[in-house]
């Protein structure tokens, strides 16, 4: 078996621009819900900023359609 080379431009480029959106900056949460595991569903913000919707404007993440309405911004 061959091995697949696998381009991580886009994830870097993602790391890095939220990583420069919030780093040693206080991030503010808003706790929507808990999933089925017990883990923290979440909207996060920096300086009034919605860390999630930055990210999907700018074009470093999408919405995941299946979760959607539990953000209120993704209705807009």
């Given at each position: 078996?061959?091995?697949?080379?696998?381009?991580?431009?886009?994830?870097?480029?993602?790391?890095?621009?939220?990583?420069g959106?919030v780093?040693?900056?206080?991030?503010?949460?808003?706790?929507?819900?808990?999933?089925?595991?017990?883990?923290?569903?979440?909207?996060?913000f920096?300086?009034?900023?919605?860390?999630?919707?930055?990210?999907?404007?700018?074009?470093?993440?999408?919405?995941?359609?299946?979760?959607?309405?539990?953000?209120?911004?993704?209705?807009?």
């Amino acid at each position: 078996m061959q091995a697949a080379a696998y381009d991580n431009t886009s994830a870097v480029q993602s790391r890095d621009y939220i990583n420069g959106l919030v780093a040693d900056k206080t991030i503010s949460i808003r706790r929507i819900t808990t999933d089925r595991y017990g883990r923290t569903v979440a909207e996060l913000f920096v300086d009034g900023i919605n860390v999630g919707q930055e990210l999907v404007r700018s074009g470093h993440a999408e919405i995941y359609q299946k979760y959607k309405a539990q953000c209120q911004w993704t209705k807009e």
